[in-house]
């Protein structure tokens, strides 16, 4: 079965801080993983996927089969960027189910 | 405009009443998809639909049935509604998986 684990609830940042958001994930497959952001009373978006490679925002995220992480980085944190975020797993059929992680809500003070 | 739109926004109802969500998009994508989110588990997949008439059961299925008789619209109903479906309910819709969801903005739920 597949499986993401993202291990901090909470956590926090200074402004101006670089951030580290930790993602594992459990998977038989080629895994084909993403990033969401949920801001403040907003629906979920899209921040990257693993396949594209690009840079949102100035996060980026590796995908690291070895070590089975896709972690979120961004070497500057910005206020703005205070949110929860969902690591998610693609499955392999054709409807492309997602699973996710149980979110870490980020908070960058000011 | 995301292109889906999810009704109600909020709703309050008792124990053991049946309950329909709806989830309503314009972007003519196939697949449909119905998630909770409570806190400390993340988003869970109740249920999924690959097409019209098209659907399978996700990981959380029990006490949830779906409809999906037109391409556009995707019905969640809890069949006798209970105290632990009280949760934020996403739609979400995808044209090909790997690029991704379209979510939409989500209903409140609260069983008393």
């Known amino acids: 079965a597949q499986r993401v684990t993202q291990p901090e609830k909470l956590l926090s940042v200074f402004k101006g801080a670089p951030v580290e958001l930790k993602c594992n994930y459990s998977?038989?497959?080629?895994?084909?993983l993403f990033w969401y952001v949920q801001y403040s009373r907003q629906r979920l978006q899209l921040l990257l996927r693993?396949?594209s490679r690009e840079s949102i925002k100035g996060f980026t995220a590796d995908l690291n089969k070895g070590e089975t992480s896709f972690h979120l980085k961004k070497p500057f944190a910005q206020e703005e960027d205070s949110a929860m975020y969902y690591c998610?797993?693609?499955?392999?059929?054709?409807?492309?189910?997602?699973?996710f992680g149980s979110g870490t809500q980020l908070t960058v003070l000011p | 405009d995301a292109g889906i739109t999810q009704s109600p926004r909020h709703k309050v109802t008792e124990t053991g009443t049946p309950v329909t969500l709806r989830c309503h998009q314009t972007?003519?994508?196939?697949?449909m998809y119905w998630y909770r989110q409570d806190p400390g588990h993340g988003l869970r997949l109740i249920h999924y639909?690959?097409?019209?008439?098209?659907?399978d059961k996700g990981e959380v299925s029990d006490g949830y049935s779906v409809s999906r008789s037109k391409t556009e619209d995707f019905l969640l109903t809890l069949e006798s509604a209970t105290s632990s479906q009280t949760s934020v309910y996403f739609c979400?819709?995808?044209?090909?998986?790997?690029?991704?969801?379209?979510f939409g903005s989500g209903t409140r739920l609260t069983v008393v």
């Open positions: 979400a819709i995808s044209d090909k998986g790997n690029y991704g969801y379209t």
């Open positions: 998977y038989s497959g080629s895994p084909e």
């Open positions: 693993h396949i």
């Open positions: 998610a797993l693609s499955s392999s059929g054709s409807a492309r189910q997602l699973t």
């Open positions: 972007e003519n994508h196939r697949y």
């Open positions: 639909s690959y097409g019209v008439k098209d659907t």
